[in-house]
């Protein structure tokens, strides 16, 4: 699970009303797939160790909220697979792109409710892969408190309608659960998970949400110590956190969604978020 520390932001954080965890509960409709085109391009493959919990929707279309577990026996059934979102958020300016997919879970280790998150950083003024998209320069991805970076090298991928980097929730002790990147064991044996695939969930891009009663929902409760990274007032802190060194040279900007109108009609990177 991914903290952010930044006292600000969890001054906000903390003063939404918690959700209160159970034994076991309804599992939620997952909203349908809306992203734009580069965020489906390089949402990640997901597998999940078999002593790790299957992440599930969040909020319904209805804005009801999943009230997570205490008991980890449930996190991990077959028809938990039938009901996940990913959520994901982008920002793009200074000739790289950050795509941010945050992944919720029903509990972690010690506490109930999770948000784990994977970010992918391409660079769009370079000379593109393929199929005409940018290419991917690395991937971030939470470690519980910390977080790992990693060069596109160090990836391994996925091309299936995208170029999407394989990576693996993850048990790492009694204390910790988070997405890894995937190794070589795990891309030369089948996933471990009931599907014996690579997970791509339906994606909720941050405009595809069914309302902006839904998007609130989600954003405006605490999960406990959970933190979800996309809301307005973490998410470039939290790109902050996970940015590499190349883009922070190049003067990536955490807050700056400048260049996503010009990049929109060409790669469907993302789209301006009004500011409220």
Not at 145 to 159: A, F, M, N, T, V
Not at 173 to 183: G, Q, V
Request: aromatic residues 12%; contains cysteine.
């Amino acid at each position: 699970m991914f903290k952010w520390f930044l006292v600000s932001t969890l001054a906000i954080g903390l003063a939404g009303a918690t959700v209160t965890g159970q034994k076991s509960g309804r599992l939620l409709t997952p909203l349908p797939r809306k992203a734009t085109r580069a965020e489906n391009y390089y949402q990640p493959g997901l597998d999940f160790d078999k002593d790790a919990c299957y992440n599930v929707a969040a909020v319904e279309a209805t804005g009801i909220l999943d009230k997570g577990l205490w008991d980890s026996l449930d996190c991990r059934t077959e028809p938990r697979l039938n009901h996940q979102n990913v959520y994901v958020r982008s920002r793009c300016n200074h000739g790289y792109c950050a795509h941010m997919y945050a992944y919720y879970f029903e509990l972690d280790a010690s506490h109930n409710f999770d948000w784990e998150h994977v970010t992918v950083w391409t660079r769009y003024n370079v000379g593109g892969d393929k199929n005409g998209y940018p290419l991917i320069t690395h991937v971030s991805n939470s470690k519980h408190s910390s977080k790992e970076i990693h060069p596109s090298g160090d990836i391994r991928y996925q091309e299936q309608n995208g170029w999407h980097p394989l990576m693996v929730a993850h048990y790492q002790n009694a204390n910790s659960r988070w997405i890894r990147a995937a190794n070589w064991d795990d891309v030369n044996s089948p996933p471990e998970n009931h599907w014996k695939a690579w997970i791509k969930a339906n994606l909720v891009g941050w405009l595809g949400f069914p309302s902006l009663n839904v998007q609130q929902k989600l954003t405006g409760p605490n999960f406990g110590v959970a933190y979800l990274c996309l809301k307005d007032e973490g998410f470039g802190g939290c790109l902050d956190n996970f940015m590499p060194d190349e883009q922070r040279r190049a003067g990536f900007d955490v807050n700056n969604d400048g260049e996503c109108g010009t990049l929109m009609s060409i790669y469907g990177t993302c789209k301006v978020v009004a500011q409220v």
